[in-house]
C-alpha cells in the first residue's frame, strides 16, 4: 500500500513549529489540498482550527499532541509515521449548525465541532426559552447560559459544567445549563442526534446574550436554532491502542 501524502499544519508555539519542521524534513511536506491526511501538531484548540480550515475537503486528520490537554490528540512520536498513520483508527464527526438571529441584521450560521452555548453578556442573568422539535420543553431558564454538545464535545465545556460524557455512537446530544438559577434542579437532558433545539431570548434588551458555536460569536441574539449536520462529516484518525471512543469511556473513570 501506497504510503499517503502527507501535510503538517502546526500551531504557533515553538514546540509545534519545531516539529512541523522536523517532521517535515523527514517526511516531506505537501499542501493540504493536495494531501492524503494533514497531521496537525499543537493542542485541542489547534485541531478545532484544522478542523474547520478543512471543512467540506473530505481529507483525515491525525493530531500530535505539541499543547496542553491534547484530548483530541495523538502522543507525539517521530519515528515510524507513514506506517502509523496508515494503521490509524478513524473516527467520524458531524457537526453541529447553528443559526442565529439578531434584532437588526441578517441570521448568521456557523458550525460547531464541539459545542453551542448561550451566554450571558452582562451582569443580568440570562433567561432562555428551551424548544425541542417545536415543542416547549422549559417555558423560563434563568441561567449564565446553556449548551448543546457534540459527543466529541462533550468531555470539554459540557464536562466542566457538569454535562455528561456520550460515547461516540450513542446517538445522543447533551443539552447542559450553566450555572442555572430557576429551574435550580434541572441539570439538563440528553437528546437524540436527530433533535432540532431552539433557544428564544427574553428580555434581550435588558438580558443581552450572545451565542457562540466553537470560536464563532455572536452577540445580542434573539433567537437560535441548532441541530446535528450530517451532511457534514469530519474524519480524524487515532492510533489504534487509544482511539477517541477509548478516550471518551476511559474519561468517564478519571478520578
Same mark, same amino acid.
Given at each position: 500500500?501506497?504510503?499517503?501524502?502527507?501535510?503538517?499544519?502546526?500551531?504557533?508555539?515553538?514546540?509545534?513549529?519545531?516539529?512541523?519542521?522536523?517532521?517535515?524534513?523527514?517526511?516531506?511536506?505537501?499542501? +493540504?489540498?493536495?494531501?492524503?491526511?494533514?497531521?496537525?501538531?499543537?493542542?485541542?484548540?489547534?485541531?478545532?482550527?484544522?478542523? %474547520?480550515?478543512?471543512?467540506?475537503?473530505?481529507?483525515?486528520?491525525?493530531?500530535?499532541?505539541?499543547?496542553?490537554?491534547?484530548?483530541?490528540?495523538?502522543?507525539?512520536?517521530?519515528?515510524?509515521?507513514?506506517?502509523?498513520?496508515?494503521?490509524?483508527?478513524? @473516527?467520524?464527526? %458531524?457537526? /453541529?449548525?447553528?443559526? @442565529?438571529?439578531?434584532?437588526?441584521? +441578517?441570521?448568521?450560521?456557523?458550525?460547531?465541532?464541539?459545542?453551542?452555548? /448561550? /451566554?450571558?453578556?452582562?451582569?443580568?442573568?440570562?433567561?432562555? =426559552?428551551?424548544?425541542?422539535?417545536?415543542?416547549?420543553?422549559?417555558?423560563?431558564?434563568?441561567? !449564565?447560559?446553556?449548551?448543546?454538545?457534540?459527543?466529541?464535545?462533550?468531555?470539554?465545556?459540557?464536562?466542566?459544567? %457538569?454535562?455528561?460524557?456520550? +460515547?461516540?455512537?450513542?446517538?445522543?446530544?447533551?443539552?447542559?445549563?450553566?450555572?442555572?438559577?430557576?429551574?435550580?434542579?434541572?441539570?439538563?437532558?440528553?437528546?437524540?442526534?436527530?433533535?432540532?433545539?431552539?433557544?428564544?431570548?427574553?428580555?434581550?434588551?435588558?438580558?443581552?446574550?450572545?451565542?457562540?458555536?466553537?470560536?464563532?460569536?455572536?452577540?445580542?441574539? =434573539?433567537?437560535?436554532?441548532?441541530?446535528?449536520?450530517?451532511?457534514?462529516?469530519?474524519?480524524? /484518525?487515532?492510533?489504534? !491502542?487509544?482511539?477517541?471512543?477509548?478516550?471518551?469511556?476511559?474519561?468517564?473513570?478519571?478520578?
Amino acid at each position: 500500500m501506497t504510503a499517503p501524502r502527507i501535510a503538517f499544519l502546526a500551531g504557533q508555539t515553538d514546540a509545534a513549529q519545531d516539529a512541523r519542521a522536523r517532521l517535515a524534513a523527514r517526511y516531506g511536506d505537501v499542501a +493540504p489540498e493536495e494531501a492524503g491526511i494533514v497531521v496537525a501538531l499543537g493542542g485541542d484548540g489547534f485541531m478545532l482550527e484544522t478542523l %474547520h480550515r478543512l471543512l467540506g475537503r473530505g481529507v483525515a486528520v491525525y493530531g500530535m499532541n505539541r499543547g496542553s490537554v491534547g484530548f483530541l490528540m495523538n502522543d507525539y512520536v517521530e519515528d515510524d509515521l507513514p506506517e502509523r498513520l496508515m494503521q490509524a483508527q478513524a @473516527a467520524t464527526l %458531524h457537526p /453541529l449548525r447553528m443559526q @442565529a438571529e439578531v434584532a437588526d441584521g +441578517p441570521t448568521q450560521e456557523a458550525l460547531a465541532i464541539n459545542e453551542v452555548s /448561550l /451566554l450571558r453578556e452582562t451582569r443580568q442573568a440570562a433567561k432562555i =426559552r428551551i424548544i425541542v422539535d417545536g415543542k416547549t420543553r422549559i417555558e423560563e431558564l434563568i441561567c !449564565d447560559g446553556i449548551l448543546l454538545s457534540t459527543p466529541a464535545g462533550s468531555t470539554a465545556y459540557n464536562l466542566s459544567a %457538569h454535562g455528561p460524557i456520550v +460515547p461516540l455512537g450513542a446517538n445522543l446530544l447533551p443539552l447542559t445549563p450553566i450555572s442555572a438559577f430557576r429551574p435550580r434542579r434541572w441539570r439538563g437532558a440528553l437528546l437524540p442526534t436527530d433533535a432540532r433545539v431552539v433557544f428564544e431570548v427574553a428580555e434581550a434588551g435588558k438580558r443581552p446574550v450572545a451565542a457562540v458555536a466553537d470560536y464563532t460569536e455572536v452577540r445580542d441574539v =434573539r433567537r437560535v436554532t441548532v441541530w446535528e449536520d450530517r451532511s457534514v462529516t469530519l474524519t480524524l /484518525l487515532f492510533a489504534p !491502542d487509544h482511539n477517541l471512543s477509548e478516550r471518551i469511556i476511559a474519561e468517564q473513570f478519571t478520578v
